[in-house]
T-cell receptor, first 114, second 112 residues
Framework: GENVEQHPSTLSVQEGDSAVIKCTYSDSASNYFPWYKQELGKRPQLIIDIRSNVGEKKDQRIAVTLNKTAKHFSLHITETQPEDSAVYFCAAKETTSGTYKYIFGTGTRLKVLA | DTGVSQDPRHKITKRGQNVTFRCDPISEHNRLYWYRQTLGQGPEFLTYFQNEAQLEKSRLLSDRFSAERPKGSFSTLEIQRTEQGDSAMYLC??????????FGPGTRLTVL
């Protein structure tokens, strides 16, 4: 089955700097990769996603890149703000079982220092 | 609020007791998922329904766990004879057939 690894586990940046979180996956058949932001005590919220037929996707200060050959994808946040502080999870949609469940990484706690 | 809702939000129980959680998905979403999240970890898949049919259960799910979605709308997750290791956040998510899964606020279970 699919396995997703996420690094780093914690990341501190100064306000205005960029943050990069990286994930690798194991199943080359996976074709959809969402990123979720989870604030303390709240539900995970989708912030951006990418399909396997696209190499990069951008939405304002957030971008995701995908390297299918290397089986890794990354989240890029530019001009970070204190409200970006949260835990970020990457995921890969598993397709082999037919349930389309997500396999999540272990999360990155991002702290944006004012 | 038309998003996914879960009830209760918090549950404290004693070891050995049974608990039941409810999830109401977004209306007309035919896919429903249960995940479990422990501190410092990502959500971990438990089980999946398409309409009323339970199509997959994680191998990690012991026989003490059972889930239903009797009319293809809301779902319940029951844990029998709870153990301290069951303490976690139980998240429900639903999907309308597209890729995105919408998560509920979760039920935080504490087993004393």
């Amino acid at each position: 089955g699919e396995n997703v690894e996420q690094h780093p586990s914690t990341l501190s940046v100064q306000e205005g700097d960029s943050a990069v979180i990286k994930c690798t996956y194991s199943d080359s058949a996976s074709n959809y990769f969402p990123w979720y932001k989870q604030e303390l005590g709240k539900r995970p919220q989708l912030i951006i996603d990418i399909r396997s037929n696209v190499g990069e996707k951008k939405d304002q200060r957030i971008a995701v890149t995908l390297n299918k050959t290397a089986k890794h994808f990354s989240l890029h946040i530019t001009e970070t703000q204190p409200e970006d502080s949260a835990v970020y999870f990457c995921a890969a949609k598993e397709t082999t079982s037919g349930t389309y469940k997500y396999i999540f990484g272990t999360g990155t706690r991002l702290k944006v220092l004012a | 609020d038309t998003g996914v809702s879960q009830d209760p939000r918090h549950k404290i129980t004693k070891r050995g007791q049974n608990v039941t959680f409810r999830c109401d998905p977004i209306s007309e979403h035919n896919r429903l998922y249960w995940y479990r999240q422990t501190l410092g970890q990502g959500p971990e898949f438990l089980t999946y329904f398409q309409n009323e049919a339970q199509l997959e259960k994680s191998r990690l799910l012991s026989d003490r766990f059972s889930a239903e979605r009797p009319k293809g709308s809301f779902s319940t997750l029951e844990i029998q004879r709870t153990e301290q290791g069951d303490s976690a956040m139980y998240l429900c998510a639903s999907s309308g057939g597209g890729n995105e899964q919408f998560f509920g606020p979760g039920t935080r279970l504490t087993v004393l």
